[in-house]
T-cell receptor
Framework: GAVVSQHPSWVICKSGTSVKIECRSL??????MFWYRQFPKQSLMLMAT?????????EQGVEKDKFLINHASLTLSTLTVTSAHPEDSSFYIC???????????FGSGTRLTVV | GENVEQHPSTLSVQEGDSAVIKCTYSDSASNYFPWYKQELGKGPQLIID?????GEKKDQRIAVTLNKTAKHFSLHITETQPEDSAVYFC????????????FGTGTRLTIIP
């Protein structure tokens, strides 16, 4: 079946630094990548949608200059949290989609803690 | 945009009993309705899904029903086991695999041994 690898699984960074999270589709080509953020005991909230080779589309209220999304290939998308602050601490989850072939496949998530 | 409501937020059932979780959606254009199980510290795992041209789907102990007219769909788990304890999310999309999923608020299911 479709597999999505997300790394790192957890990261601790200092306030003001940047962190990059990778999401790879291992056995299929992901035409679309979705990035979600999940706070403790809450639901998944979509941050942005990216299509390979195009600029990401951000949801209302998500700062595009703070959360940089790159989808340079059909198997890799990255989310970079720039100038991280403690309020950015959350669980970030990617989801790769490939139209009607594979639907949505989720990564295992990245726990970001900003200290 | 789409809004998905989910009830109850918490549910405790005795092992062996059935559990039912309900969701309603607002956008009549939505046509794909998956259910996910999420364990602590992990990404969501698809457990069952249904398309708008089907009213019911079953996979062993798990079933999903869809009422398009009322815009609601439900997850049914029979013969519950301790390993069913997790958080369950419903979701909706207008175009399978191409458009975003909108998630419900989640249900924390606890199976009491």
């Amino acid at each position: 079946g479709a597999v999505v690898s997300q790394h790192p699984s957890w990261v601790i960074c200092k306030s003001g630094t940047s962190v990059k999270i990778e999401c790879r589709s291992l056995d299929f080509q992901a035409t679309t990548m979705f990035w979600y953020r999940q706070f403790p005991k809450q639901s998944l909230m979509l941050m942005a949608t990216s299509n390979e080779g195009s600029k990401a589309t951000y949801e209302q209220g998500v700062e595009k200059d703070k959360f940089l999304i790159n989808h340079a290939s059909l198997t890799l998308s990255t989310l970079t949290v720039t100038s991280a602050h403690p309020e950015d601490s959350s669980f970030y989850i990617c989801s790769a989609a490939s139209g009607s072939n594979y639907g949505y496949t989720f990564g295992s998530g990245t726990r970001l803690t900003v200290v | 945009g789409e809004n998905v409501e989910q009830h109850p937020s918490t549910l405790s059932v005795q092992e062996g009993d059935s559990a039912v979780i309900k969701c309603t959606y607002s956008d009549s254009a939505s046509n794909y309705f998956p259910w996910y199980k999420q364990e602590l510290g992990k990404g969501p795992q698809l457990i069952i899904d249904i398309r708008s041209n089907v009213g019911e789907k079953k996979d062993q102990r798990i079933a999903v029903t869809l009422n398009k007219t009322a815009k609601h769909f439900s997850l049914h788990i029979t013969e519950t086991q301790p390993e069913d304890s997790a958080v369950y999310f419903c979701a909706a999309s207008k175009n399978f695999g191409n458009e975003k999923l909108t998630f419900g608020t989640g249900t924390r299911l606890t199976i009491i041994p």
